[in-house]
């Protein structure tokens, strides 16, 4: 079976603060992609973030990075000093057959 | 580029009433998916097109939902009569169809229902 599991339901931190977003999945498929997406109040879904399962090197864009582990099916979302506007529901997705595997979403609130 | 194009936005009906969600993908994308959000979770598919057949409807309740993709351009979902639970937000996503190459999803902004 294949599942997305984001443990965090809601996270708030201080401005300027660290945060990381955990996800974990489970797929028996050697060849899978993972995403995070974001959503802020407005409701559309934005992208961020594709990686294939064969690309375990870390990425970091700004103020986002992500941190894979194939050793740990985990694909993991931090970011750094942290904005009130980086304050959505984050999502981690799960690829493996041309559809979408959700996780129900980390609530981040970014306090002032 | 323009992206996915829902309409309406906003929708609020009275239980057992009907409504329809149109979705233009993105031009040339030859999938198109249909999701239900339902508030505090993740999105769940209903449907997926692959031109003007229908890829895998498994997760749709046929006894009330129906789409169509009748010329493989924009989609339509249905739901008749809707009860309190369908309450979410339906958001419509296209991708292009490349075989053997990923091609991710373009999400549209969504359509907001409220049934009363």
């Known amino acids: 079976a294949q599942k997305v599991t984001q443990a965090q339901t809601e996270i708030s931190v201080v401005e300027k603060e660290d945060v990381t977003l955990d996800c974990v999945y489970e797929?028996?498929?050697?060849?899978?992609?993972l995403f995070w997406y974001k959503q802020p109040p407005s409701g559309e879904l934005v992208f961020l973030i594709r990686r294939n399962s064969f690309d375990e090197q870390n990425e970091i864009s700004g103020r986002y990075s992500w941190n894979f582990q194939k050793s740990t099916s985990s694909f993991n979302f931090t970011i750094t000093a942290s904005q009130v506007v980086d304050s959505a529901v984050y999502f981690c997705?799960?690829?493996?057959?041309?559809?979408?595997?959700w996780g129900a979403g980390t609530k981040l609130i970014i306090k002032p | 580029e323009a992206g996915v194009a829902q309409s309406p936005r906003y929708k609020i009906i009275e239980k057992r009433q009907s409504v329809a969600f149109w979705c233009n993908p993105i031009s040339g994308h030859a999938t198109l998916y249909w999701y239900q959000q339902i508030l505090g979770q993740g999105p769940k598919l209903l449907i997926q097109f692959q031109n003007n057949g229908v890829v895998d409807d498994s997760q749709l309740p046929k006894d009330r939902f129906s789409a169509e993709r009748l010329k493989g351009v924009d989609s339509t979902l249905k739901i008749q009569p809707a009860k309190l639970e369908d309450s979410a937000v339906y958001l419509c996503?296209?991708?292009?169809?490349?075989?053997?190459?990923?091609?991710?999803?373009?999400f549209g902004p969504g359509t907001r229902l409220t049934v009363l």
């Open positions: 997705a799960l690829d493996s057959n041309y559809q979408l595997i």
């Open positions: 797929t028996r498929d050697t060849t899978y992609y």
């Open positions: 996503a296209s991708s292009l169809w490349t075989s053997g190459i990923y091609n991710e999803q373009f």
